[in-house]
């Protein structure tokens, strides 16, 4: 049989031992527990105070930062605004061109009666088209900003100028007949009247935009220059050639 | 199916009071505390003392309840946070000492005693050893730590261990056969 070891006996009966606390042990401790939670709660507030602070503080300097970029969007809307202008002047020039090509080539087909003139005009034409394209550039590149013109449709443009041309016609007629003599200087003012009274008129179909009576009064005179001259004179020499003839007649 | 019924009735317990649910801490305490006040006796002679001491590892423990892991027993996990204070205790009292001069011992021949103590009787032999003494053989024979965890926890190397614990049970030993003879001797007496 084994010895047991003494120490293991004096383990055992000390193993069994509990001793009471006090009664006043457990409120004691509570109190501890309570000051614990109490000091616990005052850091979480210090740190929450310090995350306010600092989210107040990126929210204004995002606001300071984002104020103050005003300027920028400015320009960009002027710029915007130029480069949208610009577009429109260009798409402005192209059906100009387009009707100096339509009108060149009525006139082509008007002249092919007089072969010689009908050589000749294409050629004039030609370079009345490129000069009153240089001269129009010019223009635009004086002019800050793109002169808006009153946008008519073409076929409305040319029966109002044939509209014109006719009653010119008539006019020169009506002075032949009376035996006055016709000048190029009435000639001159009949054309200068029948173009203020079809700009007169197409401005006030086009009701929307602000019309530039200089830059109009330049692109008359370009445009009249040539095209409409020439078509003046077509008629009067026609119109010539049908007196002449009547009076030839008449005369037999 | 009772002792799950009875963990798992623990487990309950200790999640409520790691929430701060004071009945549920009150429980533990009231369950714990005549256990962990004798623990605490073992070191400190002081009762008073020793209910301090106890109360500050109960403080402890409730306050840091969310790192105990549900891996081992909590008593187990308790009695540890118990013994640390207890050192901690005599280390702040200054009487925490590891004499490497040798006590007076009367060499017994027989190392045989008798197997039953008085309760009363060992805890005041084991008071009436030097600390160093006494904390190694508690901490050695009664709770069952190793030489190199209380080497750790005393911050004293294992050979002190070993020496400190051969000396206290050399001591005690003589301390019970005297008092033993002694109670021999009273009752021969007293027929």
């Known amino acids: ?252 | 199916m009772k002792v799950i019924q009875l963990h798992n009735n623990n487990i309950q317990l200790i999640k409520k009071a790691v929430k701060n649910n004071r009945e549920a801490q009150h429980v533990l305490y009231e369950t714990h505390a005549p256990k962990m006040l004798s623990i605490c006796r073992y070191y400190i002679k002081d009762l008073q003392h020793a209910e301090n001491v106890m109360l500050n590892g109960f403080f402890k423990a409730l306050t840091n309840l969310k790192n105990f892991k549900n891996d081992g027993s909590f008593e187990g996990w308790l009695r540890k946070i118990m013994v640390r204070e207890a050192i901690s205790f005599l280390r702040q009292q200054k009487t925490l000492e590891f004499s490497v001069e040798d006590v007076e011992i009367v060499h017994q021949h027989d190392n045989t005693m008798e197997s039953e103590f008085e309760l009363e009787e060992i805890q005041r032999h084991i008071d009436a050893l030097p600390e160093g003494y006494k904390i190694v053989f508690v901490m050695y024979a009664i709770e069952g730590y190793k030489h190199h965890e209380i080497a750790t926890l005393l911050n004293i190397t294992e050979g002190t261990s070993k020496s400190q614990l051969f000396k206290a049970k050399q001591l005690l030993q003589q301390k019970i056969n005297t008092s033993n003879r002694q109670h021999n001797e009273t009752s021969e007496m007293g027929r």
Request: aromatic content about 6%.
């Open chain 1, 1 to 252: 049989m084994k010895q047991v070891k003494w120490e293991d006996n004096i383990k055992q009966v000390l193993e069994k031992r509990v001793m009471t606390p006090s009664d006043a042990s457990w409120g004691a401790l509570s109190e501890r527990l309570d000051a614990s939670e109490k000091h616990s709660i005052k850091p979480m507030f210090w740190w929450i105070g310090i995350a306010a602070s600092v989210t107040t503080l990126l929210f204004i300097t995002t606001l300071f930062f984002n104020g103050n970029t005003p300027d920028l969007q400015n320009q960009i809307v002027v710029e915007t605004q130029e480069q949208v202008d610009e577009q429109s002047l260009k798409m402005e020039q192209a059906p100009q061109e387009h009707q100096l090509v339509e009108r060149n080539e009525k006139s082509d087909t008007a002249a092919q009666v007089e072969k010689n003139d009908v050589t000749k005009q294409p050629i004039k034409s030609q370079d009345i088209i490129t000069s009153a394209k240089q001269q129009r550039t010019e223009i635009v590149k004086n002019n800050q900003v793109a002169p808006v013109s009153p946008m008519v449709p073409n076929s409305e443009m040319e029966t109002l100028e044939n509209i014109k041309i006719t009653e010119i016609v008539a006019q020169i007629q009506d002075l032949t007949s009376k035996g006055e003599t016709v000048t190029d200087a009435d000639i001159e003012a009949l054309l200068v009247k029948a173009q203020k009274e079809m700009n007169y008129q197409s401005a006030i179909r086009e009701s929307n935009y602000a019309v530039d009576a200089n830059a109009l009064l330049r692109d008359v005179e370009t445009d009249l220059q040539e095209s409409f001259r020439n078509k003046i004179f077509e008629a009067l020499k026609n119109s010539y050639e049908t007196l002449r003839t009547a009076v030839a007649e008449r005369h037999n």
